[in-house]
């Protein structure tokens, strides 16, 4: 009789303990919104400052992603010398050379379709008609670079840098030299007759291209 | 009489005419109306709404006609002389022209002086005048695929471990409860029988007692246990600092501040990575991107396929926009903080651009088909054994890279023969403790 008890006792104090031992184990089963157990949390999260985010500085909440401190340059980058205003835009379009000519324009039109593939044909489509995906989308979608033959190249790279209407900036996307491999591409894609009378334009006035390289 | 007669006809002749007129006129308006919305799409939609009040770049024109104050013009050729120019009006101190300039914050407008004629200007103001054009399939927020499945779906699932301790509890009841009956139906035997009530043991007691009985047995049973107890430990072990189950292939995935779809961006509407993650083929991280390259897009676009403008208003709110003017505000800024989600410890030095760039690896070969992930999952496990694993069997892409064209063919001369010549990441030094740890 008291064995038979004693059995009974057996059996559920083992299954305790391996419920336990159990419990143990799945404690470490993910959770998706959990990263779960970390060593050392601070080689995971780093006590200095995450740029995306805030941070408190003598009480006030401060955005930790800054813009450059005024007459420096991030690293990196170049300062364009151009504003971005109408004038800016004007003396752009009128001023503004293409820098890149140690290579042949095929070479940079080749850099430049690449570059295009990623950042420009969701919006201006990949002929440059302005049918993108994105671009159908706009509620101005843009114009088809055939219809617009009045760019030239300095209103070309103006435009890349800060935008124009409904197309945002890329100056933080694209260097410099980037944003005008893709003027070469678009001039590509504006047909024989923009990129013809760039290269006439450039011939006459050489000496502005060295305003450009800023 | 007869002059009554041809005073009617002569009055259904001019009524004829005037119908026949007004009719033809009115197909020509129609087919100037027709021309105007095609030179208003080629010439002002980038910056105009035709019929609405939505400002895009320039205000909406729904009821120009009724705002415009011309003096002593008349609104139509106001009109035309602001379209063909109206820096010139703006300088010649027209009142409403300046109203307009200071009032869209001093931003001109196009000239359009050449590029269009008195009777485009014309054809244009007619589409303006006329009804509303029938917008074509492509008005944004209508299309692509709408059941994209909410991410955040987990059922009524029971936590696992709730039940197991739910089990204990109820176990430990039980046992106690067995424990007590036992101990006062023998109690009542013992008395009936005469004998000493048994001596009341707690529960602990009871157990050494039957330890002390059953030695091997319990010596059996603890080393089993323990031995589960430091397999399950150093399994548990394997799982610190792992994002990543290796059972279910599950990773992280945190619910982010916005819900941000890669699959409608990346996948339906085809925006590259690179797009977004622009520093990843110039530096080692990818890049979260900041939020003026959401604006890049969602400056236009206000309205998404599933939550409409819930979730993009979290942009605006963030980059302190205001849709309706068009306009920032720098003090309204609130910045997001995305929750990253692969994440390396600090004392790996990893690099995309090193991978992405020179190595040729695609961004799907470690990040999973992220064009179909509405929530950003972790579709690797990121581990050292993961990284070497690769290292070993991943051949060095040396097409087109000048660099290897020339060191690969003078050792391939060199060691002609000699070596297997499968140039793997390990190598050229792949598994070095220093490649990574420094």
Known sequence: MNKHY???????ASALVGLVMAGFTSCGKKDENSPGVEFMPDMYRSNSLEYYGTHVVDGVTEQTAKEPVKGTVARGFLPYAYPNTKDGYDAATANLKNPLTAQ????YEKEGEVLYGKFCVHCHGASGAGDGKVGAKLPGPPPAYGSIQNLTEGKIFHSITYGKGMMGQHA???TQEERWKLVYYVQKLQ????????????AVTPTVAAAANH | MKNHISRTTAKALIATIFTLFAFTSNIFAQENAKNGEKLFKLNCATCHKSHTDQKLTGPGLKGVFDRVQSGSMSKDEWMKKWILNNEKMIKAGDAYANKIFNDNGKATMSVFEGQLTDADVADIMAFIKGPAPIEGPVTGTTTGPTATGDPVDGGTKVEPLYLILGTIVILAILLGAFRSVRNSMQNAANRAEGKAENPDLTFWQETKEWMSGHRRLVGVFAIVIG???????????YDIGVYYDWETQKGYKP????????????????????????????????????VNICMNCHKGIQSGP???EKEINKIYNAAGFDPKTQTYDKKKENP??????????DHVYFNHSQHVVVGKIECTTCHGDVKSMTVAEQKAPLTMKWCIECHRKTEVAMEGNAYYDRLHKALKEKYAGQYDVKFTVEKIGGLECAKCHY
């Open chain 1, 191 to 202: 047909g024989p007759k923009a990129a013809a009378a760039d290269t006439a334009k450039a």
């Open chain 2, 255 to 290: 619910e982010q501040p916005i819900k941000f779809s890669h699959k409608l961006h990346a996948g339906d509407n085809e925006i590259a990575c690179q797009y977004c993650h622009s520093s990843v083929e110039k530096s080692r991280h990818a890049g979260i991107p900041s």
């Open chain 2, 306 to 308: 599933q939550y409409a």
């Open chain 2, 227 to 237: 031995f589960i107890g430091m397999k399950s430990c150093w399994d548990a072990c």
């Open chain 1, 6 to 12: 004693k059995t009974i006792k057996f059996v559920f």
């Open chain 2, 336 to 345: 997001l903080t995305w929750i990253k989600v692969h994440n390396l410890p």
């Open chain 1, 172 to 174: 933080s996307q694209l």
């Open chain 1, 104 to 107: 042949s324009r095929e070479v």
